[in-house]
């Protein structure tokens, strides 16, 4: 009865301690979403952000005539830096994020998103992270367009 006991009180523990890990996981998966690809990407409010937050070997994969094509960081920040060239000093934050969904396991998560413009939906994006020895980093984004 006490090994019984013992066993129980040993599992509740570890199990505890799992869930607030991945927990913290996933609020650390959000801060990553939010600033580097809400905050950084589409309103170019925090580019240092989006800068660190992205991996180097990054991919956006998209449909073209039921084509799978491929972006690279390399080429989103290309474009990245044209946009905040275009804003100039004070660029205007246009959207505002919902987080639908943060799914967690071990060392790797994705995230599910919704961004507004003026209050009207205009993206759903899923972002898929790798957590590594410097934090979680953005490696895929696929996404649908509402507009």
Not at 64 to 79: F, L, M, N, R
Not at 99 to 111: E, M, Q, R, W, Y
Request: net charge neutral.
């Amino acid at each position: 009865m006490k090994s019984t006991l013992a066993s129980a009180a040993c599992f509740i523990a570890i199990y505890t301690t799992s869930a607030i890990a991945q927990q913290n996981d996933a609020e650390l998966v959000q801060q990553v979403v939010q600033s580097a690809y809400v905050d950084g990407f589409a309103n170019l409010t925090n580019i240092p952000a989006f800068e660190k937050s992205f991996h180097p070997t990054f991919e956006m994969l998209w449909l073209k005539d039921q084509q799978v094509e491929k972006t690279t960081i390399a080429q989103w920040s290309e474009g990245v830096k044209r946009r905040v060239a275009r804003a100039g000093t004070k660029p205007s934050v246009l959207f505002t994020s919902k987080f639908v969904l943060i799914d967690v396991t071990g060392a790797v998560a994705v995230a599910k998103l919704e961004l507004y413009e003026a209050d009207k939906l205009s993206y759903t994006d899923y972002l898929s992270l790798y957590k590594f020895a410097d934090g979680w980093k953005i490696v895929s984004k696929v996404g649908h367009s509402h507009t």
